[in-house]
Nanobody
Framework: QVQLEQPGGGLVQAGGSLRLSCAAS????????TGWFRQAPGKKREFVAA??????YYADSVKGRFTISRDDAKNTVYLQMNSLEPEDTAVYYC???????????????????WGQGTQVTVSS
């Protein structure tokens, strides 16, 4: 069993920055694909970013603004979000794919463990 703990998100003004974290227990994250997804009100959950080994993957909508990273000593993955826009407002989820199905890295169906989600609100 893998447990993913996400501390609270936050409220930030447009143009601001926020860093999300996701701490894992039960499995070493470096052996998994770890991803971030988000779900805005009334919308489907969408892929944001993922990291496999040291290779990051990003959705086009966040490329150049968001950075995914992993601290193996802390078994924690981070999502640094810069130049935030009101459209980034959503509940953000971290997820782990313990089977490392790289071909479907942008699909939520590839991930078998999920954090509880954290609200990020960007005001205009």
């Amino acid at each position: 069993q893998v447990q993913l703990e996400q501390p609270g998100g936050g409220l930030v003004q447009a143009g601001g920055s926020l860093r999300l974290s996701c701490a894992a227990s039960g499995r070493t994250l470096s052996t998994c694909i770890t991803g971030w997804f988000r779900q805005a009100p009334g919308k489907k959950r969408e892929f944001v970013a993922a990291i496999r080994w040291t290779t990051p993957y990003y959705a086009d909508s966040v490329k150049g603004r968001f950075t995914i990273s992993r601290d193996d000593a802390k078994n924690t993955v981070y999502l640094q979000m810069n130049s935030l826009e009101p459209e980034d407002t959503a509940v953000y989820y971290c997820a782990a794919d313990t089977r490392t199905t790289t071909s479907f890295i942008r699909s939520e169906n590839a991930y078998d463990y999920w954090g509880q989600g954290t609200q990020v609100t960007v005001s205009s």
